[in-house]
T-cell receptor, first 113, second 118 residues
Framework: SQTIHQWPATLVQPVGSPLSLECTVEGTSNPNLYWYRQAAGRGLQLLFYSVGIGQISSEVPQNLSASRPQDRQFILSSKKLLLSDSGFYLC????????????FGPGTRLTVT | AQKITQTQPGMFVQEKEAVTLDCTYDTSDPSYGLFWYKQPSSGEMIFLIYQGSYDQQNATEGRYSLNFQKARKSANLVISASQLGDSAMYFCAMREATRGGATNKLIFGTGTLLAVQP
């Protein structure tokens, strides 16, 4: 069966510090991968998606970047965090072909102080 | 542009009663998919139910059913026989139409917080 992992689960970082959040998927190959952010009390906003290694599409202009160094690894990064980067970050995967659903990871709660 | 609207920020329901969570969508594409996800306080997103735009019948999954009214562009979630464990945030989402490949990107509504009272 497929599983998706995210770490860390929680993170408190000062403004201006770098960020690296990691997401890995097991039990499947060639997945589409997604990074979402959820601000407190809000819906999910798609940040990045990837259909293959090294292929990253950005949905909104921002302070963050994403990379996919391996087929089942998706990394969210920032060189200098802003207060507005605080939120709940969710990674998800779906099958490469037209799919009925996305499968979400447990999320990382980021607080920028 | 495609859009999902959930107009109920919060809902209360008595245990064992049915509740309907509203969702309307806007798209000009004839082929699309509609989803409902549940997010408990732990934060995980749990897939509940899916409705394709060409599906003739309303989707059902156990106590969950989707009241799909295509002409009105609505996809309301009906939870029958509510349980205390149903208390959570519920999100309606739409899969963006794909061009040249299945990106499977989802657009989410702002969610409805459901509280089930004993």
């Amino acid at each position: 069966s497929q599983t998706i992992h995210q770490w860390p689960a929680t993170l408190v970082q000062p403004v201006g510090s770098p960020l690296s959040l990691e997401c890995t998927v097991e039990g499947t190959s060639n997945p589409n991968l997604y990074w979402y952010r959820q601000a407190a009390g809000r819906g999910l906003q798609l940040l990045f998606y990837s259909v293959g290694i090294g292929q990253i599409s950005s949905e909104v202009p921002q302070n963050l970047s994403a990379s996919r160094p391996q087929d089942r690894q998706f990394i969210l990064s920032s060189k200098k965090l802003l207060l507005s980067d605080s939120g709940f970050y969710l990674c998800a995967w779906s099958k490469r072909e037209l799919s009925y659903e996305q499968y979400f990871g447990p999320g990382t709660r980021l607080t920028v102080t | 542009a495609q859009k999902i609207t959930q107009t109920q920020p919060g809902m209360f329901v008595q245990e064992k009663e049915a509740v309907t969570l509203d969702c309307t969508y806007d798209t000009s594409d004839p082929s699309y998919g509609l989803f409902w996800y549940k997010q408990p306080s732990s934060g995980e997103m749990i897939f509940l139910i899916y409705q394709g735009s060409y599906d003739q019948q309303n989707a059902t999954e156990g106590r969950y059913s989707l009241n799909f009214q295509k002409a009105r562009k609505s996809a309301n979630l009906v939870i029958s026989a509510s349980q205390l464990g149903d208390s959570a945030m519920y999100f309606c989402a739409m899969r963006e139409a794909t061009r040249g490949g299945a990106t499977n990107k989802l657009i989410f509504g702002t969610g409805t917080l459901l509280a089930v009272q004993p």
